[in-house]
């Protein structure tokens, strides 16, 4: 269901909206998936201060939910009856958003992908992300080292974001399996392997409801789970309060991506193993830039060296470090988080 202009305008404002006209300042439009997150929230202060900084109009919208594709494509047809310069966006489908990312290109506004690639990576005009594979391949490593022996007979839960399979999603769960040692299916798929260690995969919406019905589903289905991947860390304190309630929570091995303050004082109280650390204001400041750039008569943004997008970066965090594996602790992470 499309959301009408009234909404639409009514959440412009409510999610910061500048106050200034389009003939005053170049619009730069933020869509994220959701405005809860804090992820999403950091990025969109990254976004704000960026803006004001480079004297543009940030305009913000948010699906509602992890998932909402044509609240993002409605907020894409916003911004180009507005005459945005550039759009960032976090795609909640990857694939589904395309169509509408085209029709912004055509007309003339520069695209960039915010953290989670389109599908293909090209239908943007550029990506600033994490490089998600390594980061879920850091805790996938991580969790196969402090484990030993005892590795290749771990029982494993994978909780995902949704069953849309977005490039982010894919990447860090492959990117988990690979640095564990499993063998892979299809790269860009989730749930085709064949390894007997994986108990299976559960969807979480990237919260924390989400993460503890989806544990609490996998534990149904396997209560010897030694091993929980989860997609983000909302979706890991969810899964370790299923863990506590069902008397498990000392003795399995939790790992997470995100980096976020919340997450980062999980893994300072032992809750969390590990998780890697991204950055998101930078990916969006970042992303302003460009459109500034862009809009000034500058070029579109080159992806960094070896890669198909802008590596933003990504740290692995643990009190708990192994050998050969780079990481910082709880105490230096909590001097860059987010949230």
Request: glycine fraction near 12%.
């Amino acid at each position: 269901m499309r959301w009408s202009a009234g909404l639409l305008a009514t959440l412009m404002l409510a999610l910061g909206a500048g106050g200034a006209s389009a003939a005053d300042k170049p619009i730069v439009g933020l869509i994220t998936k959701t405005n809860t997150n804090p992820f999403f929230v950091k990025m969109r202060e990254g976004a704000e201060a960026a803006a004001k900084t480079n004297d543009m109009e940030l305009r913000s919208f948010a699906g509602k939910i992890d998932g909402d594709n044509e609240g993002q494509v409605a907020a894409i047809e916003s911004l180009i009856a507005a005459g945005a310069k550039g759009i960032l966006i976090t795609p909640n489908d990857s694939r589904a958003i395309v169509p509408a990312v085209e029709k912004a290109r055509a007309a003339g506004i520069l695209v960039i992908a915010l953290d989670t690639p389109l599908d293909p990576p090209n239908a943007a005009d550029a990506t600033f992300a994490t490089d998600n594979f390594l980061a879920g391949q850091f805790i996938g490593q991580w969790a196969a080292r402090t484990l030993g022996p005892k590795a290749t007979s771990a029982k494993i839960a994978m909780l995902d974001l949704n069953a849309n399979q977005i490039s982010v999603d894919v990447l860090r769960d492959q990117g988990f399996l690979k640095g564990f040692g499993i063998e892979l299916g299809d790269p860009k798929r989730i749930g085709d392997e064949k390894d007997p260690r994986i108990v299976g995969h559960d969807s979480t919406t990237g919260n924390e409801e989400g993460g503890r019905t989806a544990m609490e589903n996998l534990l149904q289905k396997d209560p010897s789970i030694s091993v929980v991947y989860t997609i983000n860390e909302p979706a890991a304190a969810g899964a370790y309060e299923a863990l506590r309630a069902a008397g498990r929570d000392k003795d399995v091995l939790l790992v997470s991506i995100d980096g976020g303050c919340p997450g980062v004082h999980n893994v300072k109280d032992g809750v969390i193993g590990a998780t890697s650390m991204q950055f998101p204001l930078l990916m969006a400041s970042k992303g302003v830039e460009a459109v500034k750039a862009f809009a000034s008569g500058g070029g579109k943004p080159q992806p960094s060296p070896g890669l198909d997008f802008v590596n933003t970066g990504v740290e692995l965090v643990t009190d708990k470090p192994v050998q050969d594996l780079p990481s910082i602790d709880s105490a230096a992470a909590l001097k860059k988080c987010w949230g």
